[in-house]
């Protein structure tokens, strides 16, 4: 049997163990708490897998295609710019890459809104029989900027009062555009136009290409005739009942390519008015990087709001964004592009 220990040694043993036990769990504690720090400050923002507008930040902060997808390429893009930025290299953008690689809040200016306008507005009892005008209202007088179509519909067929609202957007002082549906060209027209522009070839795809040409020239002319101003021709690619696009993308893009090269020879911009699907149903994964006018259809005003941010259908930037009621079109200036330095770019003020 042991000898007792003296009871001032054993009050002593006592708190010297009280004391380690409450030291260790504080270090458990502290290590804990240092752990899901770590863990919440290196959360995962974006991997392989993603999609998203945040994606598109991502890629065109490392130099990626901005295509809203965050797959192999990206990650190897991330993975350098980490490299070059002395971070982890994982390839995966978490929270300390992210803080570094966003962009810093840009100094917001007001969207500007504005209208589309074309043959529905002319006075009823006009237009070709697939089309006859409709007599809407011209934009409200708060429309700040108005695009202004150039064809009746289909391509070759140009607008029956495009004069009259040239005249509109002059007497009304606002930021003016054009915009030109391209259409799939009928036999006849492939017949007289195919083998007249600058496309060689008496093949297939280059007398598509050359009739592409001929329907911009058209356009081009429809402008001058009417002395309508703009920078910018904003090429309305989409599905089109009045005259279908071919079942051939090829076929498809080689008029497209076409009508692009003909308002580029009169010295204009180009831009492409599409969205994702309308763009895909058409030429497929075409791309182009061109400006873009997306359209949200039948849609509220927030949803158009939200095409500014939405990945691109052929690599270019949101310019303006779209939403339609039966009654009007209605457009808005996307993120950037609402200033008179932007403007100039992309509309002639009258």
Avoid at 321 to 336: E, N, R
Wanted: proline share 8%; hydrophobic share 40%.
């Amino acid at each position: 049997m042991m000898a007792r220990l003296p009871s001032r040694i054993v009050v002593v043993m006592a708190m010297m163990c009280a004391a380690l036990v409450t030291s260790t769990a504080s270090t458990i504690s502290a290590a804990t708490a240092a752990s899901a720090a770590t863990t919440a400050a290196t959360s995962v923002v974006a991997t392989i897998g993603s999609r998203g507008s945040t994606v598109v930040i991502i890629q065109r902060a490392v130099k990626a295609t901005p295509d809203g997808i965050y797959g192999p390429l990206t990650a190897a893009a991330v993975r350098a710019w980490q490299r070059t930025h002395l971070l982890r290299v994982t390839g995966v953008v978490d929270s300390i890459t992210w803080a570094k690689l966003k962009p810093a809040p840009a100094r917001t200016t007001p969207q500007l809104l504005g209208n589309d306008v074309s043959w529905p507005q002319c006075p009823k009892g006009l237009g070709i029989p697939s089309r006859p005008t409709e007599g809407k209202a011209m934009p409200p007088t708060l429309a700040r900027f108005v695009v202004i179509g150039l064809t009746n519909g289909p391509g070759f067929y140009p607008n029956p009062c495009l004069g009259t609202q040239t005249e509109w957007a002059m007497s009304h002082r606002v930021y003016t555009a054009v915009y030109a549906m391209t259409t799939y060209p009928t036999p006849t027209q492939i017949a007289t136009y195919g083998l007249a522009g600058p496309y060689e070839g008496t093949t297939w795809l280059p007398k598509l290409a050359n009739t592409g040409y001929a329907q911009a020239q058209v356009n081009v002319a429809s402008m001058h005739a009417a002395g309508l101003v703009s920078p910018i021709v904003w090429v309305d690619v989409e599905s089109y009942r009045v005259a279908p696009w071919s079942t051939s993308k090829t076929g498809n893009k080689a008029v497209l390519d076409g009508v692009l090269r003909g308002y580029r020879a009169a010295g204009l911009t180009v831009g492409v008015y599409s969205n994702p699907h309308l763009w895909n149903g058409v030429v497929g994964s075409a791309r182009y990087s061109l400006p873009e006018w997306r359209t949200a259809g039948p849609m509220p005003k927030a949803t158009a709001q939200t095409r500014c941010t939405d990945p691109s259908f052929q690599g270019g930037r949101a310019v303006l964004a779209q939403w339609t009621t039966k009654a009007m079109d209605f457009d808005l200036t996307c993120p950037g592009y609402s200033t008179p330095s932007a403007l100039v770019a992309y509309f002639h003020k009258y």
